[in-house]
């Protein structure tokens, strides 16, 4: 009796620190990893330097698309643009700029520096309409293919890896 | 120097806490009726070199010597004084040498205090303690060395989180501290009770005055942490339920529940087997406690920077720890004394012990059920204050019943009329009174205004007859008392609470409810360690015609660089007046966030009334020893 | 299962509309600021949070009801964004554990006591 308890407290107390032990070695980030296969939302967004708005449901026109969330004022942003840069290269991805609430004119002199990957620019200023993508924070990065389906989602800059992986995709 | 000299202070009181285990295991097998006097000597000396390491860090602090790692990068020269050496214990490293510290306290005290106890059950505890002191010295040394060199020695240092520098937070980890790691000495006692065989009687006075005495370090450290965070995190709540704050409530719980067996086991033979569990299961919440705090697998408002090879040297000194006690306690429990009856005040003992460790249960589901989900699934979900309240609320009612009606019992046996008395007519007659004045609030909150009147009443007839009748247990009256107190205060402060958002530019004006608030005068200034920009807004209660003046502030400190928002609290006796703003990024307006909340000062004064009660206890063992 | 959830939703609505919030304010209670170490969006005064606190306050106005509003930022920032930790099937031990906790001690007690005032008699 008295062993058939030893062995039941024994195994419940093993199986709690194997668990905090796995957790331990968890990344603790939060990524809306989520959203992966997900269908994105029917959002307009305003261009960037003229009047009217954009509709997402146009990129089913392109073969990939990449949605880049970024701001002038915002350092890893900076420090990932020569990566969408390199990717603006490609014929079958069209990349689409949002950027995130900031001024106009540091934007353009952002862009003007450090070149302009972006096939379409739009804007949210508010910071409202990045909300329907589940943006927390700047840059993230979205890749969507032709059904509007998300395939991956970058939260923080674009790493190499991320940019080989990119590029392994839309090979297909 | 200091960090050759700290290193070596601790290296020796390490050696001295390994040298008593082996004089304690020697003078065992010794058939002489006292404690070798040599035992005597070491635990002095290890308290001395102890409390000496503790020392050099705090003078490290205060003379800011960067060529301590720690000291480089959570201090910095333009500090204040009482700043830097409340940072000796603001972070990981040293806080850890302050747990030690109160391990060592507690032992040589339990050693010095019990004179005439039995020497084999003095013995083991001794040597429990000390293998609790010897491995958190190890990690100390090995993993978490707060006299870590630094080379080459920078000019200056790296500086306190500001939101951590403030007074009260300064206390509030040495007063938790003495709670939870306090109770690891009945942890000890209740192991080399079982393995003595010490009968029931001087297990309970033995473990008694400790309890009593953590248990009260432990409601005000709760209670200073939580004041530190209603003024100090700007948001205006006191409680979140935050992992952290779990982490420091759940040792309460078995504390509470301990302190209250403790009284079973002392004037009659039972529970002895019970009491000493719920020793051991203290003292390992504590360490599970701690464990969560530091090992950076939780996410919370107050963290501390995370290093995994920490949560796995705490997790396997748990594991340990965990094994061998369950093992020990397998081993040794002896057959338990039977002889109750139902309706008898133990019973009501046991039923409080049944809730302290329900509520347990609950805020340790609460805390580990998202990393257990995380970890064995990747899904990720929060669990928060509405799972709490949800959960535990509906547990007052009857709790705060049986807080009531139990102590009216008598030990052995009694019988269930007689509860319903003048306090419960008196109650119901309050609470008519404010069922009309409130109108509102679900039924749920209602009835807990209810009981916790009923609770507050009894005990304040209870308290009237303590005069006639001088053994009525005191402290248990007040610490109910503050209790009912405490629970009224807080679904009061629900209820009432007004919260108002909103944003405006300097020279507005905003009308709602009763009150006009005006944006009258925007000030910016700099101190040595920040720059600050300061609004100044009246508030005009139109109804009460009174008008405050507030100014709430935005600093951004430089060392280390970080925004705060400073709430500007007008505090009168029944309701405090609570102010915050932020700016909106990139323009001139501001969010500013105004909060009434009523009864704060109640909860505070309640929770102090809870822990006198701890006090007078203490006091009261004194007296009859 | 429907009817349970809407019990507990009832129930919850009871117990946490304590006073005067407004919806606004009991949302945005209920929300995690994702990128602020768990304070909720209403204590945050982070950019993030503001964001959230606009959006919240424009759907509230449009008419949305407070679970649509739960159900949309749920599906763009996952169950993590909710404070009140919704019934689904990853938390029914989350929900009903302690309750089952709360019996088997009772049970253990009654079982203690019972067994011993019988061996007096």
């Given at each position: 009796?008295?062993?058939?308890?030893?062995?039941?407290?024994?195994?419940?107390?093993?199986?709690?620190?194997?668990?905090?032990?796995?957790?331990?070695?968890?990344?603790?980030?939060?990524?809306?990893?989520?959203?992966?296969?997900?269908?994105?939302?029917?959002?307009?967004?305003?261009?960037?330097?003229?009047p009217?708005?954009?509709?997402?449901?146009?990129?089913?026109?392109?073969?990939?698309?990449?949605?880049?969330?970024?701001?002038?004022?915002?350092?890893?942003?900076?420090?990932?643009?020569?990566?969408?840069?390199?990717?603006?290269?490609?014929?079958?991805?069209?990349?689409?700029?949002?950027?995130?609430k900031?001024?106009?004119?540091?934007?353009?002199?952002?862009?003007?520096e450090?070149?302009?990957?972006?096939?379409?620019?739009?804007?949210?200023?508010?910071?409202?309409?990045?909300?329907?993508?589940?943006?927390?924070?700047?840059?993230?990065?979205?890749?969507?293919?032709?059904?509007?389906k998300?395939?991956?989602?970058?939260?923080?800059?674009?790493?190499?890896?991320?940019?080989?992986?990119?590029?392994?995709?839309?090979?297909? | 120097?200091?960090?050759?000299?700290?290193?070596?202070?601790?290296?020796?009181?390490?050696?001295?806490?390994?040298?008593?285990?082996?004089?304690?295991?020697?003078?065992?097998?010794?058939?002489?009726?006292?404690?070798?006097?040599?035992?005597?000597?070491?635990?002095?000396?290890?308290?001395?070199?102890?409390?000496?390491?503790?020392?050099?860090?705090?003078?490290?602090?205060?003379?800011?010597?960067?060529?301590?790692?720690?000291?480089?990068?959570?201090?910095?020269?333009?500090?204040?004084?009482?700043?830097?050496?409340s940072?000796?214990w603001?972070?990981?490293?040293?806080?850890?040498?302050?747990?030690?510290?109160?391990?060592?306290?507690?032992?040589?005290?339990?050693?010095?205090?019990?004179?005439?106890?039995?020497?084999?059950?003095?013995?083991?505890?001794?040597?429990?303690?000390?293998?609790?002191?010897?491995?958190?010295?190890?990690?100390?040394?090995?993993?978490?060395?707060?006299?870590?060199?630094?080379?080459?020695?920078?000019?200056?240092?790296?500086?306190?989180?500001?939101?951590?520098?403030?007074?009260?937070?300064?206390?509030?980890?040495?007063?938790?501290?003495?709670?939870?790691?306090?109770?690891?000495?009945?942890?000890?006692?209740?192991?080399?009770?079982?393995?003595?065989?010490?009968?029931?009687?001087?297990?309970?006075?033995?473990?008694?005055?400790?309890?009593?005495?953590?248990?009260?370090?432990?409601?005000?450290?709760?209670?200073?942490?939580?004041?530190?965070?209603?003024?100090?995190?700007?948001?205006?709540?006191?409680?979140?339920w935050?992992?952290?704050?779990?982490?420091?409530?759940?040792?309460?719980?078995?504390?509470?529940?301990?302190?209250?067996?403790?009284?079973?086991?002392?004037?009659?033979?039972?529970?002895?087997?019970?009491?000493?569990?719920?020793?051991?299961?203290?003292?390992?919440?504590?360490?599970?406690?701690?464990?969560l705090?530091?090992?950076?697998?939780?996410?919370?408002?107050?963290?501390?920077?995370?290093?995994?090879?920490?949560?796995?040297?705490?997790?396997?000194?748990?594991?340990?720890?965990?094994f061998?006690?369950?093992?020990?306690?397998?081993?040794y429990?002896?057959?338990?004394?039977?002889?109750?009856?139902?309706?008898?005040?133990?019973?009501?003992?046991?039923?409080?012990?049944?809730?302290?460790?329900?509520?347990?249960?609950?805020?340790?589901?609460?805390?580990?059920?998202?990393?257990?989900?995380?970890?064995?699934?990747?899904?990720?979900?929060?669990?928060?204050?509405?799972?709490?309240?949800?959960?535990?609320?509906?547990?007052?009612?009857?709790?705060?019943?049986?807080?009531?009606?139990?102590?009216?019992?008598?030990?052995?046996?009694?019988?269930?009329?007689?509860?319903?008395?003048?306090?419960?007519?008196?109650?119901?007659?309050?609470?008519?009174?404010?069922?009309?004045?409130?109108?509102?609030?679900?039924?749920?909150?209602?009835?807990?205004?209810?009981?916790s009147?009923?609770?507050?009443?009894?005990?304040?007839?209870?308290?009237?007859?303590t005069?006639?009748?001088?053994?009525?247990?005191?402290?248990?009256?007040?610490?109910?008392?503050?209790?009912?107190?405490?629970?009224?205060?807080?679904?009061?402060?629900?209820?009432?609470?007004?919260?108002?958002?909103?944003?405006?530019?300097?020279?507005?004006?905003k009308?709602?409810?009763?009150?006009?608030?005006?944006?009258n005068?925007?000030?910016?200034?700099?101190?040595?360690?920040?720059?600050?920009?300061?609004?100044?807004?009246?508030?005009?209660?139109?109804?009460n015609?009174?008008?405050?003046?507030?100014?709430?502030?935005?600093?951004?400190?430089?060392?280390?660089?970080?925004?705060?928002?400073?709430?500007?609290?007008?505090?009168?006796?029944?309701?405090?007046?609570?102010?915050?703003?932020?700016?909106?990024?990139?323009?001139?307006?501001?969010?500013?966030?105004?909060?009434?909340?009523?009864?704060?000062?109640?909860?505070?004064?309640?929770?102090?009334?809870?822990?006198?009660?701890?006090?007078?206890q203490?006091?009261?063992?004194?007296?009859?020893? | 299962?429907?009817?349970?959830?809407?019990?507990?939703?009832?129930?919850?609505?009871?117990?946490?509309?304590?006073?005067?919030?407004?919806?606004?304010?009991?949302?945005?209670?209920?929300?995690?600021?994702?990128?602020?170490?768990?304070?909720?969006?209403s204590?945050?005064?982070?950019?993030?949070?503001?964001?959230?606190?606009?959006?919240?306050?424009?759907?509230?106005?449009?008419?949305?009801?407070?679970?649509?509003?739960?159900?949309?930022?749920?599906?763009k920032?996952?169950?993590?964004?909710?404070?009140?930790?919704?019934?689904?099937?990853?938390?029914?031990?989350?929900?009903?554990?302690?309750?089952?906790?709360?019996?088997?001690?009772?049970?253990?007690?009654?079982?203690?006591?019972?067994?011993?005032?019988?061996?007096?008699?």
């Amino acid at each position: 009796m008295k062993k058939k308890y030893l062995v039941t407290i024994y195994s419940i107390a093993i199986f709690f620190f194997v668990v905090l032990y796995l957790s331990l070695n968890k990344n603790n980030i939060y990524t809306t990893q989520e959203n992966i296969g997900k269908k994105i939302s029917v959002i307009q967004l305003n261009y960037f330097d003229k009047p009217g708005e954009f509709n997402i449901q146009e990129i089913s026109n392109f073969n990939f698309t990449l949605l880049n969330f970024w701001a002038s004022w915002c350092g890893p942003c900076r420090k990932e643009h020569k990566h969408l840069v390199e990717l603006s290269r490609n014929s079958n991805l069209k990349i689409i700029g949002v950027n995130f609430k900031d001024d106009k004119k540091n934007a353009m002199e952002f862009l003007k520096e450090m070149g302009n990957p972006f096939f379409i620019l739009t804007k949210d200023p508010e910071g409202k309409k990045s909300v329907n993508f589940g943006i927390y924070g700047i840059p993230e990065t979205i890749l969507i293919n032709k059904d509007l389906k998300i395939l991956k989602k970058y939260v923080g800059p674009l790493s190499d890896k991320d940019v080989r992986e990119i590029q392994r995709i839309i090979k297909k | 120097m200091l960090s050759s000299f700290g290193i070596s202070v601790s290296t020796i009181s390490l050696l001295l806490s390994l040298s008593l285990l082996y004089l304690s295991y020697y003078d065992l097998k010794l058939s002489n009726n006292k404690i070798s006097k040599k035992i005597y000597k070491f635990a002095f000396s290890q308290i001395l070199f102890t409390f000496l390491s503790f020392i050099t860090l705090i003078i490290a602090y205060v003379i800011s010597d960067f060529s301590l790692i720690n000291v480089y990068e959570n201090s910095h020269t333009t500090k204040p004084l009482f700043y830097k050496i409340s940072g000796a214990w603001g972070n990981h490293e040293g806080s850890l040498l302050l747990w030690i510290n109160i391990l060592v306290l507690f032992s040589f005290l339990f050693l010095i205090l019990n004179k005439d106890k039995n020497k084999n059950f003095k013995l083991y505890t001794i040597i429990f303690q000390n293998l609790l002191i010897s491995t958190f010295l190890i990690f100390l040394l090995t993993n978490s060395n707060p006299f870590s060199l630094l080379y080459p020695i920078p000019t200056e240092g790296m500086g306190l989180n500001p939101i951590l520098q403030d007074p009260a937070l300064a206390i509030h980890p040495p007063l938790l501290y003495l709670g939870f790691v306090g109770s690891s000495i009945y942890f000890s006692i209740a192991l080399a009770a079982l393995i003595t065989k010490v009968d029931s009687k001087s297990l309970a006075l033995t473990i008694k005055p400790w309890v009593s005495v953590s248990w009260t370090f432990q409601t005000l450290g709760i209670l200073v942490g939580s004041i530190w965070a209603y003024y100090e995190l700007g948001w205006g709540g006191f409680w979140f339920w935050d992992p952290v704050e779990n982490s420091s409530l759940m040792p309460w719980f078995l504390m509470t529940a301990l302190l209250h067996s403790v009284l079973v086991l002392e004037r009659r033979i039972g529970l002895y087997s019970w009491v000493i569990i719920l020793s051991i299961l203290t003292f390992t919440m504590s360490v599970v406690g701690t464990f969560l705090v530091r090992s950076g697998i939780l996410n919370s408002v107050h963290t501390f920077a995370n290093d995994p090879s920490r949560g796995l040297f705490i997790l396997s000194f748990l594991a340990l720890m965990v094994f061998s006690s369950i093992f020990i306690f397998f081993k040794y429990a002896p057959a338990e004394n039977k002889n109750y009856k139902i309706f008898s005040k133990e019973s009501f003992i046991l039923i409080n012990n049944w809730f302290m460790v329900f509520f347990l249960a609950v805020v340790l589901i609460g805390t580990l059920y998202p990393v257990f989900l995380d970890t064995l699934t990747g899904q990720k979900i929060s669990v928060g204050p509405p799972y709490y309240n949800f959960i535990l609320a509906p547990f007052l009612l009857p709790l705060l019943f049986l807080m009531t009606s139990g102590p009216k019992h008598k030990w052995i046996s009694s019988n269930v009329i007689g509860i319903f008395n003048i306090a419960l007519f008196t109650s119901i007659i309050l609470f008519f009174v404010f069922f009309l004045s409130i109108k509102e609030g679900g039924l749920l909150l209602l009835l807990i205004l209810l009981f916790s009147t009923y609770l507050i009443t009894q005990t304040t007839f209870d308290f009237y007859e303590t005069f006639k009748n001088k053994n009525i247990n005191l402290s248990r009256i007040i610490s109910h008392f503050g209790f009912g107190l405490l629970i009224l205060s807080i679904s009061l402060n629900q209820i009432f609470s007004v919260e108002k958002s909103f944003n405006a530019r300097l020279g507005d004006e905003k009308n709602f409810l009763n009150y006009t608030i005006k944006f009258n005068n925007l000030e910016t200034f700099s101190k040595n360690n920040f720059k600050s920009v300061k609004g100044h807004f009246e508030i005009i209660d139109k109804k009460n015609i009174i008008s405050q003046k507030l100014t709430p502030e935005i600093r951004v400190y430089n060392q280390p660089e970080t925004i705060t928002y400073e709430a500007s609290i007008n505090t009168k006796l029944f309701s405090d007046t609570y102010l915050t703003m932020s700016n909106i990024s990139n323009t001139d307006i501001f969010n500013v966030k105004f909060q009434k909340k009523p009864f704060m000062n109640f909860i505070w004064f309640s929770v102090l009334l809870i822990s006198f009660g701890g006090i007078l206890q203490f006091l009261r063992l004194k007296k009859r020893v | 299962m429907r009817v349970l959830s809407l019990i507990i939703i009832s129930f919850l609505i009871i117990t946490i509309s304590y006073g005067n919030e407004s919806k606004t304010y009991k949302i945005l209670k209920n929300l995690r600021c994702l990128v602020c170490q768990g304070q909720t969006i209403s204590d945050s005064n982070s950019d993030f949070a503001l964001t959230i606190k606009e959006v919240v306050t424009e759907k509230v106005n449009e008419g949305l009801s407070e679970k649509e509003i739960y159900y949309f930022l749920s599906d763009k920032y996952g169950d993590w964004i909710l404070f009140n930790t919704p019934l689904k099937k990853n938390s029914y031990l989350l929900w009903f554990m302690p309750y089952v906790l709360f019996i088997l001690g009772g049970a253990i007690l009654y079982i203690m006591i019972k067994k011993r005032t019988e061996k007096i008699k």
